[in-house]
């Protein structure tokens, strides 16, 4: 059990190591420069890999939130906390270079006109939410289901705010910026896959990481209550 | 289970009828929101603008929250919370008679407010008052769930009442953006026919759905 716990740190540690330079590399040295946006094309390598880790992180949250409220075991809802916790810091990743990239392709800092960052905006308020709840419950089982039930929630809020904003957008604001468009060439996809499984690979190490550190404080805790000579 | 989320919706009112706490709060602060965004907005809120359409939903959307501050206040200062969880009545029908209610105070709110923001702004010209009643009734249903949600999540956090607008803010963007479209179409503005407002009927679906499964957790023990 042991080494399986030194191997889901050891493995991402490794990958990410080697695919996000590789990222980088690739994105300035081999792909060719975008016909239409140029330069400021490249951080495409980033932020949109940042984004679907995002989501992923936001995903995984929600499903050991419902896995907590199946099984009842402390694990799945430290996996859920951890997992919004890893989804909430790319999110901020995501609306600090989304803004990067729209300034330099389209002149604005922000598009209300596009829809995936609006939706995301949504999302990543959404569940900025979730620490305020969870940190004004009391530690214990109320909070843990809490918890999981709002983390869950997400998941039908994610479709409906994609429904809703195309709803509102495509009659409201015409959409300035379609994302179609010819099919990309396979080393700006071949990029953006290494770029897409760099930062996966880096948020599994964040989060394995979290969770060791968060068992390793939970059992320094119950040492400590055995050391006191009281219950463990 | 159905007759028992009756039953709960049915003491909230007769609550309400006595102490007046929710109503007629939600009332006043409906009109001085409507006076503020009004006013924010420089006043260019006239006959058949989108401005006076989406400072309804803004005001509503805000009085709602207002009124669910309330929603199991009293069953938690005289402790007839323990007693209902105890009961043996289905959990959902807890939060169903709690969202039941919390929709019945809105449609009253809105019984008043809507016809005095139509005669503020709309003297000739307004929208076709059919798809606005629908939107606001079937938004109302929505706002209610998940309202009713987010507050029974929120009971017995230590900083409920600032918490809680910050739970269901964010839950009810989608049916604000959905509620101002049909009301753009009310205007008899090209925004889709039918759409918003089967967005607004899925949303409650989903809503449902969720709440539904998830209702036994919502309590606490």
Redesign the interface.
């Known amino acids: 059990m042991r080494s399986l716990g030194r191997l889901s740190t050891t493995i991402p540690l490794v990958l990410s190591t080697i695919l996000i330079p590789l990222t980088v590399a690739l994105a300035f040295w081999w792909t060719p420069e975008d016909f239409d946006q140029g330069l400021s094309q490249k951080i495409f390598y980033f932020h949109v890999p940042i984004a679907l880790t995002s989501y992923v992180a936001f995903a995984f949250g929600a499903f050991s939130a419902a896995m907590y ?1 199946w099984k009842r075991t402390e694990v799945w809802d430290l996996r859920s906390y951890v997992g919004v916790h890893s989804g909430t810091i790319w999110g901020t990743l995501v609306l600090l270079t989304g803004p990067i990239w729209a300034k330099a392709s389209w002149g604005v800092w922000w598009n209300w006109g596009d829809r995936q960052i609006n939706v995301f905006l ?2 990543f ?2 569940y900025c ?1 979730y620490f ?2 969870r940190f ?3 530690e214990g ?2 909070r843990r ?2 918890s ?3 983390a ?2 997400g ?3 994610i479709p ?2 994609f ?3 195309r ?2 957008q ?3 604001h015409p959409v300035v910026f379609s994302t179609g468009g010819a099919a990309m060439p396979n080393s700006f996809l071949l990029t953006f896959l290494v770029g897409f499984a760099g930062m996966l690979s880096l948020m599994v190490l964040l989060i394995s990481t979290e969770m060791r550190g968060k068992r390793t404080a939970a059992r320094v805790l119950q040492l400590q209550r055995v050391a006191r000579g009281e219950d463990a | 289970m159905i007759p028992a989320a009756l039953a709960i919706a049915r003491v909230k009112f007769v609550l309400e009828l006595r102490r007046r706490e929710v109503i007629f709060a939600m009332l006043l602060f409906i009109a001085a929101t409507i006076v503020i965004v009004h006013f924010a907005l420089s006043g260019d809120t006239g006959a058949g603008s989108r401005a006076a359409a989406g400072m309804l939903w803004a005001a509503v959307v805000f009085t709602a929250v207002l009124g669910l501050l309330r929603t199991f206040a009293a069953e938690q200062e005289e402790g007839a919370l323990d007693a209902l969880l105890l009961a043996p009545i289905d959990r959902a029908a807890i939060w169903i008679g709690a969202a039941l209610a919390q929709f019945g105070f809105l449609v009253v709110v809105e019984v008043v407010a809507v016809p005095v923001w139509w005669v503020l702004f709309f003297q000739a010209g307004g929208p076709s008052i059919g798809t606005v009643v629908v939107a606001l009734l079937l938004a109302n249903i929505g706002i209610a769930l ?1 309202g009713t ?1 987010a507050a029974a ?2 009971l ?5 009442d ?2 809680l607008p ?2 269901v ?3 009810v ?3 604000v ?2 509620g ?2 049909a009301t ?1 179409g009310a205007f008899g ?4 026919g039918l ?2 407002l089967g ?1 607004l009927a ?2 409650d679906l ?2 449902v759905a ?1 709440a539904w499964g ?1 209702s036994e ?2 309590l ?2």
């Open positions: 409220l949504i999302l308020l959404y939410a305020m709840l004004s419950l009391d089982e109320r289901s809490a999981a039930v709002f869950l929630l998941i039908g809020l409906l705010s429904l809703a904003v709803i509102a495509t009659l409201i | 998940v949600l999540l929120a017995g956090a230590r900083t409920r600032v918490l910050v739970l803010l964010p839950l963007i989608p049916i953006l959905a101002v479209t753009y503005e090209e925004v889709g759409r918003p967005f899925l949303y989903v809503f969720l998830t957790h919502l606490g023990d």
